[in-house]
């Protein structure tokens, strides 16, 4: 199935792509990879679920954060090339804002990578992947979601 059709049945519908909060590009095409820079999770340009995991986050917010995070990397992408068609995940890094004793990264990151793979399949969806602890991130974020894609060749010329 077409990931546009994937993307209906997930009910997800990509926003714009999210405006810098700095001096870098949203996402860069380099030969067959795609970079997309950390993207926050942001709604309407609002930040969902501010503040730290383990204190006044919870996993399942974390999670949802991460998912949104995930879907504005999804927006980037398509504003850069106009389509999702025909890429596949390399690697995914999930940056966590929590208290130092929190250690369920790897949870809160799952939001971002479950819809990746619901999204592109198991295959093309799955990646390798880092998901670490950090004391803070830009607007309060309580996640920060980067991906680096492949491009198929045949797809994209």
């Keep these: ?13 990509l926003p714009p792509a999210a405006a810098t909060l700095g001096i870098y590009k949203p996402a860069i095409r380099v030969g067959r990879f795609i970079y997309v820079s950390g993207q926050l999770p ?3 340009g609002a930040v969902i679920h501010p503040g730290l995991l383990g204190a006044s986050v919870s996993i399942e917010q974390g999670q949802e954060a991460a998912r949104t995070a995930a879907i504005n990397v999804l927006a980037a992408v398509h504003n850069l090339l106009g389509t999702l ?6 690697r995914t890094v999930g940056y966590v804002a929590c208290i130092p004793d929190f250690d369920q990264h790897a949870a809160v990151v799952n939001g971002a990578s479950a819809l990746l793979r619901d999204l592109f ?3 093309a969806g799955i990646g390798v ?3 670490l602890g950090v004391a803070s991130l830009p607007a309060r974020a309580p996640v920060e979601i980067e ?3 492949e491009l198929d060749n ?3 010329h």
Excluded at 1 to 13: F, K, N, S
């Design 85 to 90: 068609e025909g890429i596949r995940v390399v």
């Design 129 to 131: 992947r880092l998901a």
């Design 154 to 156: 045949e797809e994209h």
């Design 1 to 13: 199935m077409a990931i546009a059709g994937r993307l209906i049945e997930l009910g997800v519908t």
């Design 42 to 44: 942001t709604r309407d």
């Design 147 to 149: 991906v680096t894609f």
């Design 121 to 123: 399949g198991e295959d």
